[in-house]
Structures are given as C-alpha cells and as structure tokens.
C-alpha cells in the first residue's frame, strides 16, 4: 500500500473529490481525519471506506480560524502526527445560501475556497516541521489557471478568483516551504459531476457543451483525480512541489 503508516487530514471529505480522495487513501493504508461541514455526509463517508476502523470524522467550517486549528488539534492527538494536508473543501455561488447578495456570496467562496485552505494550512505546517516534512495537497480548478467558458459566467465570479488565489497559494507555499520538506502542489480538475455542478448540469445541453470543451469528449471520473491525489501525496512524487496539475482531458491545452 502507498500510503502505509501516512496519517492525513482531508477537508470536504463528505463529498466529490474529498470523498474519491478518502476512500482510495484509506485503500492504501493512510490514517484519515475525514472533515467536512456535513456530518450526514462525513457518515456517509465513512460508511464506504474499507478500512473503517482507520478514519475518524470531524465537523469543521474551514473559513473559522478556531475550527481549522481544533481540527488540526483533534488529527494530531488522534493519529500522533499529520503527514498529509488535503485542501478539497470548496463551494461555488450557485451553492449560496439563500438571500445572499453578490458582495455576501463573494466573501462566501472567497472565505471557504482560499481562506479556508490558508487556515488549514496554515495550523498544519508547523506540526509537518516538528515531524520533519509533510504533503499538502490544494484542489484548485481549471478556472483557477483559465478564464470561464463565457456560456458559464460574465467575468466576475468569486469562484474563478478563489481558485486562482489557491493556485498561486500553491506556488508561494511550496518555495517558502521546501526547505522544511514540506511540499505543497495542487489539482486543477476539468469538470467532474459533484454536489457543485449537479445544478449546472441539470441541463442537457449545458452538460453536452461542457464535454464538447474537453477534448476527450468527456468530464472527468471523480477516482481519476483522486488517482492524481495519490500520485503528488506519495513518495513516488518526492521531487514535486509547486505544481499545479491539471487533470482535465485537455481542456486547459485548448
């Protein structure tokens, strides 16, 4: 197993590319901390993976800082040490809370998407340092390195600001990082189906535009990104650090 003796937080684990991550970590022998905001869905969760008795779950918001730094807490008096950082909790403005107007809705995804990885980072670096290194993962976007399809959005969409603002988090994070082995990439996913598109792609025709703008034809597989996870957590990408890795079926090549 690739991740034998690994401990690991992952944030958003209740669902979408969290959730993939969680179930193949814990398929490759990594202790977890599942996080998540939805206790419903963090069982749910916990319920598929096939080495139940080696993840705990835990609620947390990650846009509070107290929240983030009690998670980090909890995860190294649990597991003893924290060896992995998965940033996956994300939200987009078609997810809003009702009644939000668009300044409430930008700080929203901007707080949870890019504050919240900053936080958990944040806390999580100075255990890695006391441990001797560590692998934190950001999952960013597509739209984090490009602009929106103009059938997607007008220009102003905090969801394509955050990702951009985990990208260069990424970057900055890895060179200031490096020489406490602590290395820090990101995923860049195409579009997947999870709880952030399932409204977009409510419409057919807006489904089969968005796969027509990945040149393989299709969106991506959620354990195709989790597979990516794995790969940049692991040793086997142990001089890889400041990437950020499109998993994307050519979208970004366009």
Same mark, same amino acid.
């Given at each position: 197993?690739?991740?034998?003796?690994?401990?690991?937080?992952?944030?958003?684990?209740? *669902?979408?590319?969290?959730?993939?991550?969680?179930?193949?970590?814990?398929?490759?022998?990594? @202790?977890?901390?599942?996080?998540?905001?939805?206790?419903?869905?963090?069982?749910?969760?916990?319920?598929?993976? =096939?080495?139940?008795?080696e =993840?705990?779950?835990?609620?947390?918001?990650?846009?509070?800082?107290?929240?983030?730094k009690?998670? +980090?807490?909890?995860? $190294?008096? =649990?597991?003893?040490?924290?060896?992995?950082?998965?940033?996956?909790?994300?939200?987009?403005?078609?997810?809003?809370?009702?009644?939000?107007?668009?300044?409430?809705?930008?700080?929203?995804?901007?707080?949870?998407?890019?504050?919240?990885?900053?936080?958990?980072?944040?806390?999580?670096?100075?255990?890695?340092?006391?441990?001797?290194?560590?692998?934190?993962?950001?999952?960013?976007?597509? $739209?984090?390195?490009?602009?929106?399809?103009?059938?997607? *959005?007008?220009?102003?969409s905090?969801?394509?600001?955050?990702?951009?603002?985990?990208?260069?988090?990424t970057?900055?994070?890895?060179?200031?990082?490096?020489? *406490?082995?602590?290395? +820090?990439? *990101?995923?860049?996913?195409?579009?997947?189906?999870?709880?952030?598109?399932e409204?977009?792609?409510?419409?057919? @025709? $807006?489904?089969?535009?968005?796969?027509?703008?990945?040149?393989?034809?299709?969106?991506?597989?959620?354990?195709?990104?989790?597979?990516?996870?794995?790969?940049?957590?692991?040793?086997?990408?142990?001089? $890889?650090?400041?990437?950020?890795?499109?998993?994307?079926?050519?979208?970004?090549?366009?």
């Amino acid at each position: 197993m690739r991740l034998n003796d690994k401990s690991a937080i992952i944030t958003g684990a209740g *669902s979408g590319i969290g959730k993939a991550c969680a179930q193949l970590f814990n398929k490759e022998g990594a @202790k977890i901390v599942l996080a998540d905001i939805n206790e419903e869905d963090l069982s749910k969760t916990k319920e598929t993976l =096939s080495r139940v008795n080696e =993840s705990l779950t835990y609620k947390c918001d990650v846009s509070s800082k107290k929240e983030t730094k009690d998670l +980090v807490n909890f995860s $190294i008096k =649990s597991l003893g040490s924290v060896d992995i950082l998965i940033n996956s909790a994300g939200v987009n403005p078609r997810n809003a809370p009702k009644g939000y107007d668009f300044e409430q809705i930008w700080d929203w995804v901007i707080d949870v998407n890019l504050k919240g990885s900053f936080l958990m980072s944040h806390f999580v670096v100075e255990k890695m340092k006391e441990n001797g290194g560590g692998a934190i993962l950001n999952i960013a976007s597509i $739209i984090g390195l490009v602009g929106y399809d103009q059938k997607i *959005s007008s220009g102003l969409s905090s969801y394509a600001h955050s990702k951009g603002g985990v990208v260069q988090l990424t970057r900055d994070m890895a060179v200031g990082y490096a020489k *406490s082995n602590i290395r +820090v990439n *990101s995923l860049c996913p195409g579009y997947a189906k999870t709880k952030l598109t399932e409204q977009l792609f409510k419409d057919e @025709k $807006i489904l089969d535009h968005m796969k027509s703008l990945h040149p393989m034809g299709r969106l991506a597989e959620l354990k195709e990104i989790a597979n990516a996870a794995l790969f940049l957590c692991s040793d086997d990408a142990s001089f $890889i650090t400041g990437v950020n890795l499109p998993v994307d079926g050519g979208y970004t090549a366009r």
